[in-house]
């Protein structure tokens, strides 16, 4: 009768061998290393999409409510900026909107190149806000500059990926330019 070399082998180098075979947690510990770079990664591309979607909800909520004014419905209505908030908030979806979030700047200016002149943020870099309404935006063929800043929260600034602009919020900027419409 023949032996195998299996049960020739001697005992602890039979265990020896079928320790280094076993690999049965190593799934578990690379998947631990490499868990959280990938998860951070994963919120920071979700959230970076949501941000790009809701800032075009934004440009569409602000075309739509300066609507009202480069028609002149806004002159008959007696619009401030608090009504013009109002209006981008129906704009955009009920859970996106928050006034508080909200400045506007709306502001009549003598040509489409001065609009360069017009800043919402102070010497430090700090956001005013305070929103302004100029009655003068309402004047059939003036040239009126509105433009909006929300203050998106950022759920990545607390995992500190500093995707932030300011703090914990971005400030998503919607601007637009236009000619009111000859309505008087």
Known sequence: MRLSKRNTMPRFRRRFFSIRKDESGATAIEFSLVAIPFFLLLFGIVEVGLIHMVNRMLDNAV???SRMIRTGQAQTSGFGADD?????????????????????VVDNIASFSATSDINM???????????SYVDDANKSGAIVFVSVVYRWPMITSLLSLNLADHGTERHLTS?????????E
């Open 175 to 183: 601007t637009l330019v236009f000619r009111n419409e000859p309505w």
């Open 84 to 104: 013009f908030e109002g209006e981008i908030c129906n704009a955009l979806p009920a859970f996106l909107c928050s006034t508080e979030r909200i400045v506007v």
């Open 121 to 131: 943020y102070d010497g430090d870099g700090n956001l005013v806000e305070d929103s």
């Open 63 to 65: 075309i739509e409510a």
